[in-house]
Structure formats: structure tokens, C-alpha cells
């Protein structure tokens, strides 16, 4: 069974960072494409970035400059770096491992 832990949401002012991480257990971590959702408050759920098993990476492209997904392997962990936050990334964000498992759901809220 796939278990997912996301950590590293928060309150935040604008302008500031955060790095989400995804710790994934229970599947073949190293083989399968992962990914970072979000939702904001009223809306629907929203793609962020993918990236795959060999490395490339995909991100939106509003959000690109901003957001970088990576991953680390060897801690089964996905981490998503945002940087000059605004309020309007205000949101639920999740990660996704392969195509059918969610984390449970972290919240950002970027305001002052």
C-alpha cells in the first residue's frame, strides 16, 4: 500500500518561499512519474509541475520562473521550491505519485 506524506506548507507573506516535500512509501519510487497539484480556495484542482522518472520536468506555464519540482530518489522525496509567493498561490497542494495516488493535501496561504 502507497503511503504519501507532504510537510513544509504554512502562512507566508508575500514575496517569501516555501518548499513542500512529498515522502512516498510503498511503491517503486525510482520508476514512476510524480507530481504537484494545488486548489484554490472556490476552484478547481490545478496542475503545477510533473517530473519524470529519468529526470525531465514539466511546469505550468504561469508558474514557471517561480516553481521548480524536483526529486530525490533515495529519500523517495518530491519537493516543490516556490519562490516570490502572492496570495493568488494561495491553495490546497497536493502531490501526486504515478496517476492514482494523492497525498492528503497541504495548505499554503500567502498573505500579510
Known amino acids: 500500500q502507497v503511503q504519501v506524506v507532504e510537510s513544509g506548507g504554512g502562512l507566508v507573506q508575500p514575496g517569501g518561499s516555501l518548499r513542500l516535500s512529498c515522502v512516498a512509501s510503498g511503491t517503486d519510487f525510482d520508476s514512476i512519474s510524480l507530481g504537484w497539484y494545488r486548489q484554490p480556495p472556490g476552484r478547481l484542482r490545478e496542475w503545477v509541475a510533473t517530473i519524470y522518472s529519468a529526470g525531465a520536468s514539466y511546469h505550468d506555464e504561469s508558474l514557471k520562473g517561480r516553481f521548480t519540482i524536483s526529486r530525490d530518489n533515495a529519500k523517495k522525496t518530491m519537493y516543490l521550491q516556490m519562490n516570490n509567493l502572492q496570495p493568488e498561490d494561495t491553495a490546497l497542494y497536493y502531490c501526486?505519485?504515478?496517476?492514482?495516488?494523492w497525498g492528503q493535501g497541504i495548505q499554503v496561504t500567502v498573505s500579510s
Open positions: 501526486q505519485i504515478g496517476t492514482m495516488t
